[in-house]
């Protein structure tokens, strides 16, 4: 579900990246008054799970679509919201400016629909009502797969507003959102049973972290967790990331639907062309691939590349799955320990003082 710019206008990217940036700062100063101990690294290798997790597309049967996860959710309910946003604000920094993965004018879209969204409305509103204190139950299990259903619906929809607000005549509201939600609604389906395995993974090695995250101390100790989350990641991007569906993604399928193309072409004048410019510089793997002579990295009007061979055994694949599984860790923990450092830091002049 990752916006190209060819769906926002300048004065909607704007305000979105205003929206999103609002957002990552409120949430920095919140994690900085966090106590646990565990959740850089928890940062760390959930950014890398994710990352890889983003990497494999399913296909929908009976459609030609396929998905492929937000992640959204499962982050915030083992980090917390504000943590899981900063996290997957890096996921989505990471795509685009080393990946061509999303644009770069569309990237504050991009994190209020998969990060905003899922952390402060399905997850408050929608997964704590339901679940209450039952995380690990039968309850709390029902309550992931409502919340990741609605967390996805809320973010289609969210789509179609945007493309709608920025006068994108070739996608009207009616057309486009009768064909984005019920695609989407597969794809959140998904998405529930996912975090719901991976939870219950979690849940049989490292109960105690699947507490509330405004609960759980300094005491919770979460090695054989994190081993196994970078073991996943690793596999899922490395290998797992080959046998990634070939049809376009929901968005795309949309799209196409209502315009006959799954890609929308524009302008690269002004804001627009910059940004797309920059991208062309910074993606070094644009497309999870090597550049190729003549084919500059393009500025993401798709969430994946074009079709090829099913299963895609590549090494540039299994490079982008490692290299952007790195990154992502390392930028989120290196979010999180600057994060920590400032705040150890103001306590210090409080403490002289």
């Not at 959204?72 to 946003?85: D, E, F, H, K, V």
């Not at 219950?200 to 995250?213: N, Q």
């Amino acid at each position: 579900m990752h916006m190209a710019d060819a769906l926002v206008s300048p004065a909607v990217g704007g305000t979105m990246w205003a929206a999103a940036g609002g957002s990552i700062a409120f949430c920095a100063r919140k994690v900085k008054q966090s106590p646990r101990d565990d959740l850089v690294p928890l940062m760390g290798v959930m950014g890398a799970f994710v990352f890889a997790a983003q990497m494999i597309n399913f296909s929908i049967p009976g459609t030609g679509s396929s998905g492929h996860l937000g992640g959204g959710l499962i982050l915030t309910l083992l980090l917390g919201p504000c943590a899981a946003l900063l996290v997957i604000a890096s996921v989505l920094t990471v795509q685009a400016f080393f990946f061509a993965d999303g644009g770069l004018l569309a990237l504050g879209c991009n994190i209020v629909n998969l990060g905003c969204i899922p952390a402060f409305i399905a997850y408050p509103l929608v997964y704590r009502g339901l679940a209450g204190n039952a995380r690990s139950t039968s309850r709390g299990r029902a309550a992931t797969m409502v919340a990741a259903i609605v967390g996805l619906q809320l973010g289609a929809f969210a789509v179609v507003l945007e493309t709608r607000a920025s006068g994108i005549s070739e996608l009207p509201f009616g057309a486009f959102v009768l064909l984005m939600q019920p695609i989407h609604l597969a794809i959140g389906v998904v998405e529930g049973l996912a975090t719901v395995a991976a939870l219950s993974f979690i849940a049989r090695a490292r109960p105690e972290a699947l507490s509330a995250p405004s609960q759980v101390g300094t005491s919770v100790r979460l090695r054989s967790v994190l081993v196994g989350v970078a073991v996943c990641a690793a596999i899922l991007g490395g290998v797992a990331s080959w046998f990634a569906s070939t049809h376009p993604d929901g968005l795309e399928w949309s799209i196409a639907g209502v315009s006959g193309r799954e890609e929308l072409r524009s302008s690269r004048d002004g804001l627009r062309g910059k940004l797309a410019a920059l991208q062309e510089a910074t993606a070094f793997l644009p497309g999870y691939g090597f550049r190729t002579t003549g084919h500059p990295a393009a500025p993401a009007e798709s969430d994946r590349p074009t079709a090829q061979p099913w299963p895609a055994v590549s090494a540039e694949t299994s490079l982008s799955g490692f290299v952007g599984g790195s990154l992502t860790l390392a930028l989120a923990c290196l979010l999180g320990l600057g994060l920590r450092a400032g705040a150890r830091r103001g306590a210090g002049r409080t403490g002289r003082g």
